[in-house]
């Protein structure tokens, strides 16, 4: 419950977009409006995340940081 309230949250304040595929749901971040609104934030919050030691690792497919 905890985690659908705060993607509720995200998709109603317009961070993510959420499409129904088959029994699924997919959910993305709505980064090119995102980066309309406010140039450059995504790209720092992932790079700060990418070298904050106390965060698990991800691999480099799963975070695309744009140039």
């Known amino acids: ?3 659908s309230y705060h993607l509720a949250k995200l998709r109603e304040a317009g961070v993510t977009r959420t499409e129904v595929v088959g029994t699924s749901r997919l959910i993305t971040l709505r980064r ?3 980066d ?3 140039p450059g934030l995504l790209d720092s919050v992932i790079a700060a995340a990418v070298d904050d030691p106390a965060l698990p ?3 480099a497919a799963e975070i695309e940081v744009r140039a």
Request: aromatic fraction near 8%.
């Open 36 to 38: 309309a609104r406010f």
């Open 32 to 34: 090119d409006d995102l």
């Open 1 to 3: 419950t905890n985690l």
């Open 57 to 59: 690792a991800v691999g």
